[in-house]
């Protein structure tokens, strides 16, 4: 099992890739499933889809915003490192999905506009994704930065 520490030392390479993939799982559950159906994730993803819903702005543009003031703590850059790989990721392929590929209102066209169904499936996906990164030494969400810590 993996010890996270506050020593970058304790980070090894073949983290990063893994992350890279839990911030596109995590992205995949969001995007894919919860976002055309409305649904509100927890933590500061939730928070992230509904400022994206009341502002102009997109919702991978708070992902990363609402998630600065947790490093902002003294977590230790092994940890800081990890998780900034997984919620840039995770912010980059919620906009390739969204904005880039379009795929999100196509998603919902193909689960039959089931709000139930997305639900089940955007939070399956989604807590695979964190709970990968978390296995992995980041965190993506602020609450989950508390947890690691």
Request: charge should be positive.
């Amino acid at each position: 099992m993996l010890k996270i520490k506050n020593d970058f030392n304790t980070v090894r390479w073949w983290q990063f890739p893994m992350l890279i993939v839990a911030g596109i799982v995590n992205a995949t559950g969001v995007a894919l499933f919860l976002l055309p159906s409305g649904v509100l994730d927890g933590g500061l993803s939730g928070t992230a889809i509904l400022l994206s819903k009341i502002t102009p702005l997109h919702v991978s543009l708070f992902l990363v915003i609402l998630n600065v003031p947790f490093f902002l703590f003294k977590q230790g850059p092994a940890i800081t490192a990890c998780s900034l790989v997984a919620i840039l990721s995770y912010s980059g392929m919620t906009w390739v999905f969204q904005t880039g590929l379009g795929l999100t209102a196509k998603m919902w066209e193909l689960v039959g506009r089931d709000v139930f169904l997305c639900s089940i499936f955007g939070g399956i996906i989604s807590g695979l994704g964190s709970g990968l990164t978390i296995r992995f030494g980041g965190a993506m969400d602020g609450v989950e930065v508390m947890a690691v810590l």
